[in-house]
């Protein structure tokens, strides 16, 4: 096949995908990427989008609730914001963390998980949540200081736009971007980068995404968090397997970064220390 051929065939599987009700609003990086990769492996148009398709429900799609209302729940947080009621805005806040498995996931143990994490981080101005999902709905968990700035990243653009309305909503300085993390690490300079149940998921699009990105990202502190039980609910040896990976994948630079272990009902999270900035 020709090189123009190859290439109007991944604009074709790009165009194809952001056409399906799911897949909209995927940052079209991230499916020409994983789409370059599918269609190097497979033996037509029909099974490489396919593929295309099944890596991006692995890597997002799973995860996600059907029933987003957007403009619903900004309404909500508007409305606890200007009552000026913390505890409704904390309750408003669970309620949209229930339609993104990953932070359901996280509800019981919220009250615990950033304070434990963050405990002896202060003064914290500046966060970068890695592949954040709705975990940005958090906020008001997080010992930030004052005026401190959050940075948001994903790959799905709508979801984004509401991040960045809710941050404005709740006066939180900072950008969301839609952006595939595998191609190239955000470059802000930050106090954390929260990188939150993500590992496995860069790396079912490149194996090596993971400590290239663990590497790369300029914060004087990492939060970086697995899960305990898969989607379906079951534990199946998850904590150790991840723990185990965990310590691998960074066996090189252990001298060089200084890691804490927490361990929560429903996560496995690391605190690592990068010597060098
Ligand atoms: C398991 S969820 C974790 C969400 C969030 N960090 C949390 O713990 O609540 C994985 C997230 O990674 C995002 N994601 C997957 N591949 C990505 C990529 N290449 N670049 C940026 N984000 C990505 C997905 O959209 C999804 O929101």
């Given at each position: ?12 599987l790009?165009?194809e ?32 989008l ?22 619903s ?122 990188i ?16 290239r ?65």
């Open positions: 096949m020709s090189e123009d051929h190859n290439q109007a065939a991944l604009e074709r790009v165009t995908v952001l056409a399906s009700a799911k897949y909209g609003d995927v940052c079209p990086d991230l499916i020409r990427h994983i789409g370059t990769l599918e269609t190097g492996k497979r033996k037509s148009f029909k099974e490489a396919k593929a295309t398709k099944n890596k991006l429900h692995q890597v997002s799609g799973a995860y996600r609730g059907r029933l987003e209302q957007y403009a729940w900004l309404e909500e947080v508007r409305r606890a914001v200007r009552e000026g009621d913390k505890e409704q805005l904390r309750a408003v806040n669970r309620h949209i963390m229930h339609h993104h498995a990953s932070t359901r996931e996280r509800l019981p143990i919220l009250d615990q998980f950033y304070s434990s994490l963050m405990a002896d981080l202060a003064p914290i101005r500046s966060v970068l949540d890695i592949a954040c999902g709705l975990n940005p709905l958090a906020i008001p968990w997080m010992p930030l200081e004052q005026g401190a700035r959050y940075y948001a990243y994903d790959i799905h653009q709508q979801m984004l736009d509401f991040l960045k309305d809710y941050m404005k909503i709740i006066g939180m300085e900072g950008e969301t971007r839609a952006y595939d993390v595998t191609l190239e690490s955000p470059q802000e300079e930050v106090d954390v980068a929260l939150l149940k993500t590992l496995p998921c860069l790396e079912q699009v490149e194996k090596k995404a993971s400590l990105l663990l590497r790369e990202i300029r914060a004087k502190i990492l939060i970086v968090s697995f899960p305990v039980h898969s989607l379906g609910g079951r534990s199946k040896g998850m904590e150790e397997y991840y723990e185990g990976y965990f310590y691998k994948l960074i066996e090189k630079e252990q001298k060089q970064w200084k890691v804490s272990r927490f361990e929560f009902g429903t996560e496995l999270a690391f605190v690592m220390k990068k010597e060098i900035l």
